[in-house]
């Protein structure tokens, strides 16, 4: 009989779970959760017995016991800095997920979750390609303050998954190939994989502005707007991730609404989508230097991914580089339990996480069998 798998992907208001029988969905389900009992948590750790009740709720409508499973795998989270692959949840792992030592955010629920299944079920907790993933040589790291260090922020989970499907497709070894990916969502973000390792990255708060995050400004501009300005750490964050952005140029982060705009004759629209679409080109030309521009294949993802007109001005300025291939969606949940099946059937050992510097660089082992 095939293994079962329980793959768990918080958002922030949601929690999608999906189960698979081998690498065949048996159902995919977005739990969403009222808003209202959600903030009233103080913080994310916090909301893990509350989502793990419909969790559970959902297995048993579907005639799953835990026991049923051979495995449970959520989304990582903000961890240390780590390697790509799949990891078993330990306590070491738990406490700085608890602590919310890498910051807050709802994928930091993905990891608590499946221990909290996993412990029902008596079966295996693991998470796979957490968005820090992946450790950049020092040129890359190097920033022009010695006290701040660039680290991998990316949505490595559904990129790294998508460049080794692509390679699949194409009769090719991921780890034969350079690829550059841009992920566009209600974040963006861009890696290149060099030969199969994540060598360098573009993250969110450092690149292109998207739907709903600021991106990259002028240091001095920022500096002397809002030093002055008595504006809060959390509401400053809040205007970098959440509410900068296309929403704070256009008051929506629903790229549908911001096209319908632009057919409506809204110039001020159309500025913003070409200027957010202009610095993810930007942003693919710089990742082909990390590889000496020798880029196998350049591959746009992500929800946006689905829209002609993004995708179209982005092609149209990176055309040259390298050959394009779109993969609209996100495949998470997909990505997270084969992932979760390579790791309790033997195929790809998981690590283990064994200690954590004051830098925040994480340590790990092969898990001995």
Known sequence: MEHLVLAINPGSTSTKIGLFRGDTPVFIKNIEHDRDEIMAFPDMPS????????????????????????????????????????????????????????????????????????????????????????????????????????????????????????AKKVDKRFEDMNVIIAHLGGGISLSVYEKGTLTDSVGDDWGPFSPERAGQAPLMDFVNIFHDSGIDKKSLKKKLRGAGGVVAHLGTTDMREVEQMIADGNENAK??????????????????????????????????????????????????????????????????????LRMITGEEPPKLLVRIDEDGIGYSEIKKR
Request: aromatic letters at 6%; one cysteine or more; hydrophobic letters at 45%.
């Open 47 to 166: 909301q893990r017995e509350f989502r793990l009740k419909y969790v559970l709720a959902a297995l048993e409508e579907h005639g799953v016991k835990p026991s049923d499973l051979s495995g449970v795998v959520g989304r990582g989270g903000l961890m240390p800095t780590i390697e790509t692959g799949g990891y078993e949840i330990n306590d070491l792992m738990k406490e700085w997920i608890t602590a919310e030592r890498g910051g807050s955010h709802a994928s930091n629920l993905g990891s608590l979750l499946a221990d909290l299944v996993a412990h029902e079920a008596g079966c295996g907790a693991y998470i796979y390609d957490s968005v820090a993933s992946g450790r950049l040589p020092e040129i890359a790291a190097i920033t022009g303050f010695p006290e701040i260090k660039r680290k991998s922020l990316s949505h490595v989970l559904n990129s790294r998954a998508q460049s080794i499907e692509y």
């Open 271 to 340: 500025n913003v989508l070409g200027a957010m679409c202009y610095n993810v080109a930007k942003a693919i030309g710089s990742l082909a230097t990390a590889v000496n521009g020798k880029v196998d294949i350049i591959i746009i993802t992500g929800g946006i991914a689905k829209s002609a007109m993004v995708t179209g001005l982005i092609c149209e300025r990176v055309k040259f580089i390298a050959p394009i291939e779109i993969m609209p969606g996100e495949y998470e949940l997909e990505a997270l339990a084969a992932g979760c």
